[in-house]
């Protein structure tokens, strides 16, 4: 079992930055494929990025390919997620999400992780 917190979340104007970061407690993190989600008000939960545990390649939403980073450090039982060119569309409460099972064609599905961070809040003003 694996238990997820987020924090960096913020306030910034259009076209800034923020790191947010994802940190786990218990055992074997590296046999978790780690995904960040997010959620604006009225919206469904949405995939942003993810790192899969048996794969080094980062995958990213059409969204935001090109203006956030995601990185992994195993040893540290932490994901990070670099955003630049922040938007006003990219306001929403994110969320990193761990699964030890999930597959290639549902790494962007929420039903399909087990273990949820609780959230951090991202504002990004024009």
């Known amino acids: 079992q694996v238990q997820l917190a987020e924090s960096g979340g913020g306030s910034v104007k259009a076209g800034g930055s923020l790191s947010l970061s994802c940190t786990a407690s218990?055992?074997?993190?590296?046999?978790?494929?780690i995904t960040w989600f997010r959620q604006a008000p009225g919206k469904e939960r949405e995939f942003v990025a993810a790192?899969?545990?048996?794969?080094?390649?980062?995958l990213y939403a059409d969204s935001v390919k090109g203006r956030f980073a995601m990185s992994r450090d195993n040893n540290k039982k932490t994901v990070t997620l670099q955003m630049n060119g922040l938007q006003p569309e990219d306001t929403a409460v994110y969320y990193c999400?761990?699964?030890?099972?999930?597959?290639?064609?549902?790494?962007?599905?929420?039903?399909?992780?087990?273990?949820w961070g609780q959230g951090t809040q991202v504002t990004v003003s024009s």
């Open positions: 999400a761990a699964s030890d099972s999930v597959i290639l064609s549902q790494i962007g599905a929420p039903n399909a992780y087990r273990y």
């Open positions: 218990g055992p074997s993190f590296s046999t978790y494929s």
């Open positions: 790192r899969r545990r048996f794969n080094s390649n980062p």
